[in-house]
Nanobody
Framework: QVQLVESGGGSVLAGGSLRLSCAASGSIISINAMGWHRQAPGKQRELVADIISGGSRNYADSVKGRFTISRDNAKNIVFLQMNSLNPEDTAVYYC?????????????????WGQGTQVTVSS
């Protein structure tokens, strides 16, 4: 399958910035989409941002103008630059990716999630 490893979470004061990274590894043939969801305590997981092959980007309304998603296609890494953070951004952030991989026998689709990284913003 395809593994995702996140890094870059941590604690920051309101108004600060953090940059998350997520690297995909495995027998990847192609990646259609990579992105980030987040889940705050007591809330459902929600889309933060994603980037589709071809470069199209989608953002949650709550992060537009503050967060920027980018991708290194050659290295299968997705980044999330988070600026002007506020306490409402506190959550566990999960990376995900979808695409196709080689199973050893054939070409198969995958949908993978990272283990999550904590982002805490204090006022």
């Amino acid at each position: 399958q395809v593994q995702l490893v996140e890094s870059g979470g941590g604690s920051v004061l309101a108004g600060g910035s953090l940059r998350l990274s997520c690297a995909a590894s495995g027998s990847i043939i192609s990646i259609n989409a990579m992105g980030w969801h987040r889940q705050a305590p007591g809330k459902q997981r929600e889309l933060v941002a994603d980037i589709i092959s071809g470069g199209s980007r989608n953002y949650a309304d709550s992060v537009k103008g503050r967060f920027t998603i980018s991708r290194d296609n050659a290295k299968n890494i997705v980044f999330l630059q988070m600026n002007s953070l506020n306490p409402e951004d506190t959550a566990v952030y999960y990376c995900y990716a979808s695409g196709r991989y080689y199973s050893g026998r054939d070409d198969r689709p995958f949908d993978s999630w990272g283990q999550g990284t904590q982002v805490t913003v204090s006022s």
